[in-house]
């Protein structure tokens, strides 16, 4: 029985995606092998990285002054990825705003390669809130402004960017990458790991405006440097074929759907549902600001950290799985990734409301 998997990554692919992808397991097409065991220097390797880099495209709407390439090494090794090859030189300038955990590695990161200022945290209230920030915030010679767009342990969104001028905008869009429509040309560089809302583990798409390449520290690694998958077009060295094949029968489907903005009314939905239960019970509490409210990571608590580990237990044995809050933050967490059905939301709300009356 397949169950309503609310991880915070990887996470669930749609059912129709998994049943595709099985189908073709031992003889993709015609190849008389699967995509797990074909080189990717294959002419269906090949047709596979080209359809999937050119849904992207598509799906996102990226403009021709982007690039985009496949990677591996996850979202984190982009922390140290972006300083290397925006940074010249161990004295040129960025600077970072931390609403997460995710964002403070970054940031951590970053320090080893260049002149990185902190400009803004919201630390101090444990992340539940995207501090204001003008344009006169940053410095005027700073090569970026960095941000985490969704933050996948506390909850909090930017629902709209920081002002930053002319300087270009670095964004994580790790757990909410086509969850909702964007516009590209509003940011310098985009990156995502592909395992929350796009593809299993192992692949993570970087799009870069064209301007900003050629820049990179001269000792920046070889497999660091986005320039060496741009030119390779992502075929540098062997990719992670199956990830990447996935993620192109999940932008299919995605496709088929209606797109972004499609998904992105089922999201809302989603997790207005979500938020207006947790709101009009007295049982269950979201101590993120409202107006910076993630629509795919919504942690809660239940009156007692005791009640917190019954409710995931049980929860569990009811096919509502991963509902484990962060270690940082405790409690729960239900991760509402765009494979998460409407059912799955319909069916976690009346599991709280059978919990609140059974142990309030
Ligand atoms: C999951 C996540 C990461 C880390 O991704 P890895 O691929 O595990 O390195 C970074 N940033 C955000 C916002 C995430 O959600």
């Known amino acids: 029985m397949r169950v309503y998997n609310f991880s ?5 692919l749609p059912e129709e995606v998994v049943k595709e992808a099985a189908k073709n397991i031992e003889d993709y097409a015609g190849s008389g092998m699967s995509v797990m065991e074909m080189s990717h220097r294959s002419k269906w390797y090949d047709a596979i990285n080209t359809e999937c880099l050119a849904l992207v495209r598509e799906l996102m709407n990226v403009p021709e002054n982007y690039e985009i390439i496949f990677v591996q090494g996850g979202a984190s090794q982009q922390f140290d990825a972006i300083p290397l090859n925006l940074l010249s030189s161990f004295d040129e300038k960025a600077d970072y705003i931390v609403t997460g955990n995710f964002a403070n590695k970054a940031y951590k990161a970053a320090k080893k390669f260049g002149d990185i200022r902190l400009v803004a945290s919201s630390e101090d209230k444990t992340y539940t809130y995207i501090p204001k920030t003008t344009k006169d915030d940053f410095r005027k010679d700073a090569k970026y402004v960095y941000i985490c767009e969704n933050n996948t342990i506390f909850g909090g969104k930017y629902w709209e960017l ?5 300087i270009p905008i670095v964004a994580d869009l790790s757990s909410c990458i086509m969850s909702q429509e ?3 040309s509003k940011y ?7 395992q929350k809302n796009l593809a299993p583990a192992g692949v993570t798409i970087v799009i870069i405006r064209k301007d900003l390449l050629g820049k990179a520290n001269p000792l920046c690694p070889t497999m660091l440097n986005w320039q060496t998958q741009i030119d390779a077009n992502s075929l540098y060295n062997t990719p992670p074929c199956w990830s990447i094949y996935m993620m192109m029968l999940n932008l299919r ?5 209606g797109g972004v903005k499609a998904i992105e009314a089922i999201n809302r939905k989603k997790a207005a549902m979500l938020y207006d239960f947790i709101d009009n019970s007295s049982f269950y509490n979201n101590y993120v600001e409202k107006d910076a409210r993630s629509i795919m990571n919504i942690p809660f608590v239940s009156p007692s950290a005791e009640l917190d580990a019954k ?4 929860a569990e044995a009811e096919g509502l799985v991963s509902l484990k809050g962060h270690k940082l933050v405790g409690g729960m967490r239900a991760s509402i990734y765009n494979a998460m059905p409407i059912e799955g939301i319909e069916k976690l709300i009346s599991f709280m409301k059978k919990f609140e009356e059974e142990n309030k």
């Open 8 to 12: 915070a990554g990887p996470s669930m």
């Open 162 to 166: 920081p002002d930053t001028g002319d």
């Open 182 to 184: 964007i516009d590209v």
């Open 188 to 194: 310098g560089v985009i990156y995502a790991g592909a």
């Open 253 to 257: 489907y995605l496709k088929k759907m």
């Open 311 to 314: 409710f995931v237990k049980e």
